[in-house]
């Protein structure tokens, strides 16, 4: 489990690096509280408040792999409380950044919050692997935006980049050797309990414990060359190996004899199928229910929290102002005037018109939303969307529309009597080597 050390060594280099990225005059964080780096310098969050955590949630979930490593699998329930501690620091993590949206290293942020759930592949199962990829995946998101920002400007946050993606990287590669199809745990000792921590050990936790040996079918007992010769002894008796089992009268045959079926009593069941418990470990509890907000910060229209509310309205806008719409469901919005952008971010239902955009407009992790343009927008993103329906207008016609992740997907053109014509964005496509290099073209489900 050394492996699982690396990862923390790699933890704090990505630390090191970031408070290079808050330096000139920033210092170190040590020593200083959460609150005081959000007054004196907002850069310093991350550097300080979490990166605590993400040292704390591996902490936890190295005292768990050692637990695991020296102990018996416990219970459900019981395995739930062991998982807590990872839990909660996962959604201290997820809500710091809620609470931070206004940084100017939101976009960082972003990438720690959706990446550390991948910690919780502990509770995944068969395949824990491929989960810590899709976090990790889910993270690039945001730290190409990052490297977009500061690519051509500061190293310092490239660097950054790379040294907290190879964090999850490596863990992928960890739990592939030693937790393949799950968390492994102990075949001998006690069965683990979240009262009784494991003794201390000094340096790094051993790795998992080895694949258990085939089991036969002879059940627990000894299985050495006197049993098996007995058995084999017992098979060569032919048709006399039948002689010791016991006659079973027709009145005690449950095939003959409905009523004994009903009758209740010990049952014998073979070994349990295999079935995965739900993760007590989520990528975001239920979160509680925060006050709604449309109010203009700085050069940010927010507009978070609307549940149900028809009619929201921004009228007073500036070309220079951006639009940040967040958890907003079953909501309508109208934003009147030309913006700059317009982001819609975790919102479900919500309908969406505008008159002009000169930059973009983004549509992240929604569910079935309506976004219509009045008049000119160069470029709509659609990113992890399931259901997004954009209605063009005659002066859009030759906006770009980018997507990725995301399905069900349609463009609404207006015609020359006023009705839209409603075509769907591809989801499928076919990819092919032409001996150079790879061809890629949208394919139709036949049928």
Known sequence: MAELASLVQRLEVAVSRLEAV????????????????????????????????????????????????????????????????????????????????????????????????????????????????????????????????????????????????????????????????????????????????PPPRAGPPPPGPPPPPMASSGGSGDQGPDTRNALFASLNKGADVTKGLKHVPKDQMTHKNPNLRTQTGPVRTGPKPFTTSKPAVTAAAASRKLPPVLELDGKKWKVENQEGVQGLVISDTELKQVVYAFKCNNSTLQIKGKINSITLDNCKKLGLVFDDVVGIIEVINCRDVKVQVLGKVPTISINKTDGCHVYLSKDSLECEIVSAKSSEMNVLVPGKDGDYTEIPVPEQFKTVWDGKKLVTTCTEIAG
Not at 149 to 171: F, G
Not at 175 to 191: C, E, I, N, R, Y
């Open 22 to 197: 808050s330096g000139d005059g920033g210092g170190s964080a040590g020593g200083t509280s959460c609150l005081g780096m959000l007054i004196t310098s907002p850069v310093m969050l991350i550097s300080g408040c979490v990166a605590d955590m993400m040292k704390q949630a591996f902490s936890c979930q190295r005292q768990l792999l050692v637990t695991s490593s020296c102990s018996q699998k416990p219970s459900d329930a019981s395995l739930t409380a062991l998982l807590a501690p990872v839990s909660k620091v996962i959604q201290q993590v997820q809500t710091f950044r809620e609470q931070n949206r206004s940084s100017p290293l939101f976009n960082h942020l972003s990438a720690v919050s959706e990446s550390v759930p991948a910690l919780g592949w502990v509770a995944m199962a068969p395949k824990p692997g491929p989960y810590v990829k899709e976090m990790q995946d889910a993270a690039q998101f945001y730290t190409n935006r990052v490297l977009k920002d500061y690519k051509e400007k500061d190293q310092k946050h490239v660097d950054w980049v790379k040294a907290y993606l190879s964090i999850w990287t490596e863990l992928q590669n960890y739990v592939k050797q030693h937790h393949t199809t799950g968390l492994a745990w102990s075949k001998s000792g006690p069965v683990a309990s979240a009262s009784a921590a």
